[in-house]
């Protein structure tokens, strides 16, 4: 068996090139790999109830989730967008006045028809999308190694956008799914795996921070991150 996370992404990323399922942008290596496929699992959240009934969704920002964040803003939801690395906060991106949804599903169609929104003035999140690099059947995920994922959480966590049993669901290709991932005190467990062929609602135990564990975040990102240095500030970390 794989033990360790590093272990795990070297083996997804080379599954997923060796087999060509990934598609641009490649190689997947360091990446939250775009997969074929990835339209039909994003349409697949239309089975899922929380989904279907939520009015705010946080979507990563990744390549294979454009699906998702399109399907978001069709729906008139409203969108909550991490910018890259989390350097310029969040975005919200309202479905009004959209024309052209494609565009908008984009990183650079999400800063045009969105704006920057401090968490404290951010309505509140009723549903997460993640991606990942690897997922287990046991509600446990990783991405490419940087944690923002499980920063995001955490942060929206400490301003009260999001409740600590929200559901979250991740959209993978079926071959991102393994049999373990090690648990770090960070992690976030999800509620669902959606590939393009089925929906898993997720077994075993939730794992998810009550906040942001502090002393697992160097300082270098804390100084990075200009809502975890205000973060940091208040609690009275630097």
């Known amino acids: 068996m794989i033990q360790s996370k590093r272990e795990i992404r070297r083996y997804i990323w080379r599954l997923l090139e060796e087999r060509d399922i990934a598609v641009f942008p490649r190689p997947v290596y360091g990446r939250i790999p775009n997969f074929r496929g990835a339209d039909r699992a994003a349409l697949r959240l239309l089975d899922i109830k929380e989904f279907v009934d939520a009015s705010v ?47 908008a599903s984009t990183i650079k169609g999400a800063f045009k028809y969105g704006r920057y929104i401090h968490p404290s003035e951010m309505p509140e999140i009723d549903f997460i999308v993640e991606g990942s690099v690897a997922v287990s059947r046991e509600c446990d995920r990783i991405g490419k190694g940087e944690g923002y994922g499980e ?76 809502i975890l240095y205000e973060l940091a500030r208040r609690h009275g970390i630097i």
């Not at 803003?73 to 494609?102: H, W």
């Not at 799914?177 to 997720?202: A, G, K």
């Open 57 to 103: 969704v946080k979507v990563n920002p990744d390549s294979p989730q454009k699906h998702v964040r399109r399907l978001v803003l069709k729906m008139d939801k409203t969108l909550i967008m991490p910018t890259p690395r989390i350097k310029k906060g969040f975005l919200i991106v309202k479905p009004d006045n959209i024309t052209d949804y494609e565009y």
């Open 151 to 226: 920063l995001e959480y955490a942060i929206l966590l400490e301003y009260g956008k999001i409740d600590y049993n929200v559901p979250i669901a991740t959209t993978v290709h079926d071959m991102q799914i393994v049999d373990y991932i090690p648990r770090d005190p960070f992690d976030v467990s999800i509620n669902y795996i959606v590939t393009p062929t089925r929906i898993i609602r997720c077994g075993g135990s939730i794992h998810r921070p009550r906040g942001i564990i502090w002393n697992s975040i160097d300082r270098h990102k804390i100084m990075e991150i200009p």
